[in-house]
């Protein structure tokens, strides 16, 4: 049985607030757009290394992010969600150049 993904979050960003909603199955999702439209806050939202400033992220039952008003706050920890994220940049290993 596949997994379910859903995201329905909301964050403030210095030009723009950024509003995301969508529900994935077993389908393959692209996130594209010109920089700074909010596609890596969206992934690092997920995997937990962004908070929200409103919203629900779950994954099947399990409750990453809820955060609205009158409702239990929850924010998993990114070791609790067990999300993988890959950077784009080689922030692990500036030192290495790619060559030999």
Do not use: C, W
């Not at 920890?77 to 784009?88: D, H, K, L, N, T």
Request: hydrophobic share 40%; aromatic share 10%; net charge positive.
């Amino acid at each position: 049985m596949a997994s379910t993904l859903s995201v329905d979050i909301q964050r403030r960003l210095e030009s723009f607030t950024l509003r995301v909603q969508f529900t994935i199955g077993a389908e393959i999702l692209v996130l594209f757009g010109p920089s700074g439209a909010g596609k890596t806050q969206t992934l690092q939202a997920i995997a937990g290394l962004m908070k929200p400033d409103a919203g629900r992220i779950t994954l099947d039952e399990t409750v990453f992010f809820q955060r609205y008003p009158g409702q239990p706050q929850i924010n998993l920890p990114p070791q609790r969600r067990r999300i993988g994220y890959v950077f784009q940049q080689y922030a692990l290993f500036p030192h290495m150049t790619g060559t030999r």
